[in-house]
């Protein structure tokens, strides 16, 4: 119980951040999506089938909150952190540049998903407009972000991993 109440203050914690602090710092409102880069951080620390459960939870968690479709972030994430987990045991937890160039990439493959999506749904935009306007500033917060994220999710995973 310890545990769920930990990562559920956590959560909020980062929700209460993200949705209340940050946007002082957006660009033309887009900001670093916190979500992405725990999902991302969670799938590395405990494998792929936790990194999805986790990713979909933070994802429809971040559906229910912000009232966008329901499911895009959700599914977006669930496939974030079932990726990350797969390297979890390939790669070294510790290294600086893992959740940085995971960031990126996660960044990258969710702003395409949903824009696919978004397309299948009907709607018209200009594409090389979003590449432009929103995918370069979320890049770089998201990259600016992801270590101190990756910090927070570890220090949280060893605090509340089981003893041995």
């Known amino acids: 119980m310890k545990k769920f109440l930990a990562w559920l203050l956590f959560v909020l914690l980062i929700y209460a951040v993200q949705s209340s602090l940050l946007p002082v710092v957006y660009f033309h409102g887009i ?3 916190m979500f992405l880069l725990m ?3 969670v799938g590395f620390l ?3 089938k936790q990194g999805a459960f ?3 939870l933070f994802g429809i968690f971040e559906d229910i909150a912000s009232g966008t479709f329901l499911g895009i972030n959700a599914f977006t994430k669930l496939l974030a952190g079932y990726v990350c987990g797969i390297f979890s045991n390939r790669v070294l937890n510790d290294s600086f540049g893992l959740p940085v160039i995971a960031a990126f990439l996660n960044t990258v493959a969710s702003f395409f ?3 696919v999506i978004m397309m299948l ?4 935009f200009n594409f090389f407009t979003h590449l432009q306007f929103m995918l370069g500033p979320l890049i770089c917060y998201n990259v600016v972000f992801a270590w101190p994220i990756h910090c927070a999710v570890k220090w949280l995973h060893n605090k509340t991993a089981d003893k041995k």
């Open 113 to 115: 998903i949903i824009e």
């Open 54 to 56: 986790y990713g979909f």
């Open 31 to 33: 900001g670093p999506d």
């Open 121 to 124: 749904l009907g709607y018209r």
């Open 46 to 48: 405990k494998g792929k």
């Open 39 to 41: 999902t991302g951080s």
